[in-house]
């Protein structure tokens, strides 16, 4: 059973940092990416990163400069997978989610990733 599972997550100021955490288990996604998406009260699920397991990186226009991600293969069965935050704006609130897809490629749309973590919470005061 494959299982994608986010911590990190909290209440933070304005101009704050925190890093979420996503581990997998269940299969390998060496051969893919994985991605982190948010989704603010009353909108829609939304791109925030994506990594692939050879390093490539894409960042949403919001959160160039301010968020990092990053990964590590612990074997082929276990990944994780962060996202480091920085400089956060009451903007960013919303639960991240951890994306997995088992093709190779970059993309931001929520149809290609193959399984979901069940999000973590992100709240940014002013």
């Known amino acids: 059973q494959v299982q994608l599972v986010e911590s990190g997550g909290g209440l933070v100021q304005a101009g704050g940092s925190l890093r979420l955490s996503c581990v997998t288990s269940?299969?390998?996604?060496?051969?893919?990416?994985m991605g982190w998406f948010r989704q603010a009260p009353g909108k829609e699920r939304e791109f925030v990163a994506i990594?692939?397991?050879?390093?490539?990186?894409?960042?949403?226009d919001s959160v160039k400069g301010r968020f990092a991600i990053s990964n590590i293969s612990k074997d082929n069965a276990k990944n994780t997978v962060w996202l480091q935050m920085n400089s956060l704006k009451p903007e960013d609130t919303g639960v991240y989610y951890c994306?997995?897809?088992?093709?190779?490629?970059?993309?931001?749309?929520?149809?290609?990733?193959?399984?979901w973590g069940q999000g973590t919470q992100v709240t940014v005061s002013s």
């Open positions: 269940g299969r390998s996604f060496s051969s893919g990416a």
């Open positions: 994306a997995a897809r088992t093709k190779w490629g970059i993309t931001s749309a929520l149809r290609d990733y193959d399984y």
């Open positions: 990594i692939t397991w050879s390093g490539t990186t894409r960042y949403a």
